[in-house]
């Protein structure tokens, strides 16, 4: 019996291809036209991230959108979610309350269930400008 995701890795980056290009249909007919004046008071959370997190967003959201949020457990269809009180990386900047899908008021864009500002998950895309590295 064949691994289906390796026998069929033509499809999957089809698929994740696709999905890409839909984001990014999406983003250009979102924007103003050129000749209008910009409104910069208001940071997208696109504006703080590196081409590798924009693509991880957009991939996310499109997961989401195909098939609902993760949950908080450690399975398959998990965020691999941890409280506030067992992440091990608050000192460094790595909390939901930095994760560009953390919405405030206990709610994530992608992971159900009330979620805590200094709790942490496996999908967390945070802006390089808010992890702190540890010198040593």
């Given at each position: 019996m064949s691994n289906y995701w390796l026998s069929d890795i033509y499809i999957q980056k089809t698929f994740i291809k696709k999905i890409n290009e839909a984001a990014?249909?999406?983003?250009?007919?979102?924007?103003?036209?050129?000749?209008?004046?910009?409104?910069?008071?208001?940071?997208?959370?696109?504006?703080?991230?590196?081409?590798?997190?924009?693509?991880?967003?957009?991939?996310?959201?499109?997961?989401?959108?195909?098939?609902?949020?993760?949950n908080q457990t450690a399975k398959a269809d998990g965020a691999h979610y941890a409280p506030a009180d067992k992440n091990p990386f608050i000192e460094e900047g790595m909390i939901c309350g930095n994760c560009v899908f953390f919405v405030g008021g206990g709610k994530?864009?992608?992971?159900?269930?009330?979620?805590?500002?200094?709790?942490?998950?496996?999908?967390?895309?945070?802006?390089?400008?808010?992890?702190?590295?540890?010198?040593?």
């Open positions: 990014y249909k999406n983003r250009k007919s979102d924007e103003e036209p050129e000749d209008e004046a910009e409104d910069d008071s208001e940071e997208g959370p696109d504006d703080r991230l590196n081409d590798r997190q924009k693509m991880m967003y957009e991939t996310y959201e499109s997961i989401v959108e195909m098939h609902g949020m993760f994530c864009e992608i992971v159900s269930g009330k979620i805590e500002p200094n709790a942490i998950c496996k999908l967390w895309i945070i802006p390089q400008e808010l992890i702190k590295i540890k010198k040593k």
